[in-house]
């Protein structure tokens, strides 16, 4: 399995940016899909999920009403970022999620992509 994610840049609070994440290998029906993010000094943190039908989805409490995850059902998963604040500045990564523990955790990652929000 690869993940390779794109869409990441430089943008002023309030603005938008769509991340994409292309997919490759056994991940289709066998992983649900998910973005994180890392800002400096903080522990990686779950943003969103979905299963590659689209469902399945939940955000984190700062990403609701703002973000929206999606998939063209096949190979590539998208995080639309609207409304962006300083906040959301940080390295976003995809991951191929697998249920382990009785949760879903990461099994996959792809390389990050920065975003940055200016005040």
């Known amino acids: 399995v690869q993940l390779q994610a794109s869409g990441g840049g430089l943008v002023q609070a309030g603005g938008s940016l769509r991340l994409s994440c292309a997919a490759s290998?056994?991940?289709?029906?066998?992983?649900?899909m998910g973005w994180f993010r890392q800002a400096p000094g903080k522990e990686r943190e779950l943003v969103a999920r979905?299963?590659?039908?689209?469902?399945?989805v939940a955000y984190s409490n700062p990403a609701k009403g703002r973000f929206t995850i999606s998939t063209d059902n096949a190979s590539k998963v998208y995080l639309q970022m609207n409304s962006l604040k300083p906040d959301d500045t940080a390295v976003y990564f995809c991951?191929?999620?697998?249920?382990?523990?009785?949760?879903?955790?990461?099994?996959?990652w792809g390389q990050g992509t920065q975003v940055t929000v200016s005040s």
């Open positions: 290998g056994r991940t289709y029906g066998f992983y649900l």
């Open positions: 979905v299963d590659w039908s689209g469902g399945s």
């Open positions: 991951a191929a999620l697998r249920f382990l523990g009785g949760d879903w955790s990461p099994a996959y």
